[in-house]
């Protein structure tokens, strides 16, 4: 990913953080067909590996863990994006040196495919992954995996199958306006408000440069 | 991409809808040093070739254009709108307990050989194409003359433009289709309830499911 160094994000924390923000990603690979992308839920072991590691589950029929199985892969996160329009840049009119953009803040981890094909590590993920998005989703009476009858939850364990990334390099990229004035920056961010974009106007407010510095 | 038949997004219309409407595409490329990913906004220019051709640009300093295998097809996802779903919803919860959670989604993939473009002429059409296709809508549409030309110029010797002629397009939209009608009616009712992130959008495609393929 081309990254001018005004966007780049390394910070561990703040990658782990939009990750688990973000848990639908696109898992990349490169097999035999050429290359595929698959959009699945992750969970985020951050203790896991120098660089945290991640897990998911996909079906049993999905070929992609048969394909790519121990190759290199990446799964992209993102969060918040949106376009930029001129026409909120209040120092457009002065000089009108100014063209669209577009705002996005998206991380890639890279790291090798392991295929765990075992009942016991697919139970636990999707144990974890159900009372993290039911905690999220603020159920007044969570579900739990326990509400279902035992051998309909059996059945389901055997056609998925899981997957394991521990993540050997990890790059960020938020691209919020940080390069414009602040006034610009603060335009931009109220156009978005405007048409409810209210998660990338904050992520731009976020990002912007204190003053002084 | 995994595509069950109860997912499978097959009408063009719809894909190219959904490209419209989330433009900002995930492109991944192969090159010697493994696979290149760029977030580029695109446009579709749904008349140019057999299947239509996305549009796009990178910066000149972007190393993509000059590390990709140019043989190779690249991959552009476009992601809409998605929401994590909870058998709480599911009336089918409290009579036979037969439910889990699960994630919709919808989803168009294109897959094609990425080109540069360097003419520039083709270049200021395309960036033309590119700002009318997001201006569209707002109040006073910025256009590309209204910047000073030579500003322009100079912007466009900083970049280069990219067109992949799409070979192969696929769609998947998860929408609760392999759900009984009743936990798919009270999903929407569910998403509407909770309003927030993209869940008003999710509940209109599993609305939209439940009347094309009920």
Redesign the interface.
Known sequence: ??R?THFEENRPEVLHALMQAHP?A?L?T?GAD??????L?FELDARAGPHGTLRAH??R????WQQAGDT???V?F?AA?G?I???WYPSKPEH?????T?N?A?V?A?GVLRVRDDERFVRGL?GR??RE??R??Q?E???R?G???PE??NG?LQVIVGLEIEITRLTG?F?LGQNREARDLEGAATGLDGLGQH?LALAMRNAAPRQGN | ??L?PYHRLDDRDALHALIDAH??G?W?C?SAD??????I?FVLDRHAGPNGTLLGH??R????WRQWDAT????V?F?GP?A?I???WYPG?AE??????T?N?A?A?V?GVAQVIEDGDRLLDLLTR??DA??TG?P?P?R?A???PD??AR?MRGIVGIQIPIRHIEG?LKASQDEAPADRRGTVDGLHA?GR?ADHAVADLVEQALRTHP
Request: net charge neutral; hydrophobic share 40%.
């Open positions: 990913m081309y001018p639908l696109q990349v490169h050429g290359l595929d992308a698959n959009p839920p996909v079906a029929a999905n070929p992609v290199e892969v990446l992209i993102q994006q376009y329009s001129p026409n009108h040196r100014h063209v669209p577009w996005y998206v890639h890279h999707v992954l159900t998005h039911e999220r989703a159920q009476r969570p579900w995996m509400d279902s009858a309909f939850i389901l990229k691209k998660d | 991409m995994y069950p433009a900002l995930t991944v192969r493994g696979l290149i990913a760029n977030h906004p990178v910066a300093a972007n190393p993509v190779a097809e690249s991959v996802s992601l998605q994590y909870t058998p709480g919860k036979h307990g037969r439910v889990v959670p994630w989604y989803a993939h897959h590119l700002t997001q201006e707002h006073s910025w590309v209204d910047a000073p500003f322009v912007l998947r909770r992130d």
